[in-house]
């Protein structure tokens, strides 16, 4: 069965305070990691997917990396609107459904 | 281009009652889903089609329905409501395996 954990399940930094949102994931044959942004209200956006260890993608402040146990979300200078709660996903082995983390909610003070 | 809408967005019940939740993609997506969303439990997959004319169970199918009317809606029914069912509804269609998801229907049974 698929597991996916995200650490810590809240962080709040200081508007320009860098820092990372942690992943790890237990799955037979990784075939996707995804990421989502979600606020308040409304439903999941979709942000990342990476496929294979060593891999990185980049949007606006954020920065998605993946190794063979983890991913991390890398937020430099983050701004009050990166406020959200960010919901990591992976799709393994054989199956054809994403298993969700239960998400980390990132607070920026201005 | 509305991408995934969903209806109602707001819901209460009395248990034993039946409604319908509708949900309509405009992005020619093949694959459409229904989860739910409670504090602490993260998304769960209730029911999947990967294409017109195919559903199966997700995680959680208990006591839901589901129809694929064409390749645009995924209907989901509850028969007979109950308190457990109380939750945040969340449509999502995807071309592969990254969905996309529609505001969410806020579900209250009383």
Known sequence: EDQVTQSPEALRLQEGESSSLNCSYTVSGLRGLFWYRQDPGKGPEFLFTLYSAGEEKEKERLKATLTKKESFLHITAPKPEDSATYLCAVLGGANSKLTFGKGITLSVRP | ?110
């Open chain 2, 1 to 110: 281009n509305a991408g995934v809408t969903q209806t109602p967005k707001f819901q209460v019940l009395k248990t034993g009652q039946s409604m319908t939740l509708q949900c309509a993609q405009d992005m020619n997506h093949n694959s459409m889903y229904w989860y739910r969303q409670d504090p602490g439990m993260g998304l769960r997959l209730i029911y999947y089609s990967a294409s017109e004319g195919t559903t199966d169970k997700g995680e959680v199918p208990n006591g839901y329905n589901v129809s694929r009317l064409n390749k645009r809606e995924f209907s989901l029914r509850l028969e007979s409501a109950a308190p457990s069912q109380t939750s945040v509804y969340f449509c999502a269609s995807g071309p592969g395996y990254e969905q996309y998801f529609g505001p969410g229907t806020r579900l209250t049974v009383t």
